[in-house]
């Protein structure tokens, strides 16, 4: 199995891209869990004034989904460029590719589990009630890096082909930012859109996060079949996609 | 019977000139509505067979842009050829190019570590050759520096310590030499000449007559992607120096 015979690569990778990302900054991996917790209290500080949602306890409802949709946007934007960033080794030695993308998915998670100190600081401050659900807490997060190294699979390969992905994928993020349940209830949808937010993964991987994290309950059965049948396909449509497509990818880089 | 390091069997490389690259979607739509998406296709290398013995020194001699270049990376696994397929037996170092793969902000001990686990070994057996590495590169006032502010000859000279020092089967050097003082070209031939004794197989490419008769003894000379001949690194260099 030649995976295993490059976990070496793929583990020195990681640490690479964990090594870079905060190198030169004075506070360092400090900023992964004050990125999201600053970002929460400006979102919580405008929306408070604007909308006054009925939620209890807002600030934990939006830094649940704030982490899960920004893990989402880090990884799969990470990946997206993993190859063209990796392309001055791609052409000098054999190396199996698919490892640029899933490199970056994970060490994007990494990244993500230090926001989680974040979650649980204002958990803390904000005095919310802790349940055992809370240890079931990498299940959503599980299936959300699958999806997400499957639709980075995919565009890592894209962006190599068509350039003008990098672009068009900042407007889909952002799309998918309103599109998501991050910082409004889901009661506040009217029925048209409360049928179509179905279809975006976030969202069900917002509702386990939180039944977990906010709520104290626990992931209904459905919410997982839901899940891993996201995770399925978008694993299944990146490998099938990455497999064809990888071969000629070093004669475009 | 000895069995071959490298058997190559019929293998042809095609590319589509860069002139026809799509790589924007607007090209893209634009030349599937005008129908236009043929493109001018060129064979790097065609129809090659040989065979490289283990412990051979090989060259590839040929002009500029004759296939020599595709023909190794086909050969390290770079490029899949198009047709043909080719049979590698044992680990393969490939240096086309040296220092590439260095990350720019990472520092020279930590590229040592990233560019050995590139080419499959593991920190613990790095750790082991770190020593040397940096001895022979001679880089220990630099060691945390970015490889970011190193010169391109120290660059040549980590890269060059790092290939060689973790003994591959099969060594795959594409004008590597040419950068570099004459002291560092020295010690890099005298490295070569080791490791040839070891019972690496070289596989070379240069302009260089010279290095090539000293260091090879076969060698195939390939024009516009055909082989012309193969054989003895005497004939073939005479050959091809006859021709051109």
Same mark, same amino acid.
């Given at each position: ?98 490892? %640029? &993308? ?6 994007? *998670? #990494?990244? =993500? ?6 979650? +649980? /600081? !204002? ?13 079931? %807490? &990498? ?6 890096? *699958? #999806?997400? =190294? ?6 890592? +390969? /894209? !962006? ?22 991050? *910082? ?70 | ?244």
């Amino acid at each position: 199995m030649t995976f295993w015979k490059y976990k070496e690569l793929l583990k020195e990778l990681v640490l690479r891209d964990l090594k870079v990302k905060y190198r030169r900054s004075v506070l360092g991996y400090i900023w992964s869990i004050l990125n999201p917790l600053l970002m929460m209290l400006v979102i919580a500080l405008f929306f408070s004034y604007m909308f006054r949602f009925q939620i209890e306890n807002y600030p934990v409802y939006l830094i649940c989904g704030q982490v899960i949709y920004n893990f989402f946007s880090d990884a799969t934007r990470q990946s997206m460029h993993s190859i063209l960033h990796g392309g001055a080794l791609i052409k000098k030695v054999k190396l199996p590719k698919y490892i %640029f &993308p899933m490199a970056r998915s994970i060490s994007s *998670f #990494i990244n =993500m589990l230090f926001s989680l100190v974040a979650v +649980v /600081l !204002v958990m803390i401050i904000t005095r919310a009630p802790l349940s055992l659900t809370i240890l079931l %807490f &990498p299940l959503p997060l599980i299936y959300l890096f *699958f #999806i997400s =190294m499957g639709v980075g699979m995919i565009l890592s +390969v /894209l !962006v190599v082909y068509f350039r003008d992905i990098e672009h068009l994928y900042g407007i889909f993020l952002l799309a998918l930012m309103y599109a998501s349940p991050i *910082f409004y209830p889901i009661s506040a949808l009217p029925p048209t859109a409360a049928f179509i937010i179905k279809f975006n993964p976030l969202y069900h991987i917002m509702i386990m996060f939180r039944d977990v994290m906010y709520f104290g309950t626990l992931p209904s059965l459905r919410d997982n079949v839901v899940c891993l049948a996201f995770t399925l396909l978008s694993m299944g449509l990146g490998l099938i996609f990455f497999k064809k497509y990888q071969d000629n990818l070093v004669l475009n880089i | 019977m000895a069995e071959y390091a490298v058997e190559v069997h019929n293998v042809s490389m095609r590319f589509n000139l860069a002139r026809e690259k799509v790589d924007s979607l607007k090209e893209y739509f634009i030349r599937n509505v005008k129908k236009n998406l043929a493109r001018d296709e060129f064979y790097a290398v065609k129809d090659v067979s040989f065979n490289i013995e283990k412990g051979d020194s090989f060259a590839i001699v040929g002009l500029n842009g004759s296939g020599k270049s595709t023909l190794l990376k086909m050969i390290a696994g770079i490029y899949k050829p198009t047709s043909g397929h080719i049979v590698v037996r044992g680990s393969v170092a490939p240096m086309i190019e040296l220092g590439a793969g260095f990350d720019q902000d990472l520092t020279a001990a930590e590229n040592v570590f990233l560019n050995g686990a590139v080419l499959g070994y593991s920190r613990s057996y790095i750790r082991e050759y770190f020593k040397s590495i940096i001895d022979f590169a001679e880089l220990w006032d630099f060691v945390d520096v970015p490889i970011k502010n190193f010169s391109s000859g120290m660059k040549a000279r980590l890269g060059f310590a790092i290939a060689t020092t973790v003994e591959p089967d099969i060594l795959i050097v594409d004008e590597i030499l040419s950068v570099g003082d004459a002291k560092f070209k020295q010690k890099c031939e005298q490295r070569m000449a080791e490791m040839k004794a070891k019972g690496v197989t070289m596989i070379l490419v240069s302009h260089s007559m010279d290095q090539v008769l000293k260091t090879c003894n076969k060698a195939m000379w390939i024009n516009k992607g055909n082989m012309m001949c193969i054989g003895d690194v005497k004939e073939v260099c005479a050959r091809y120096s006859a021709q051109t």
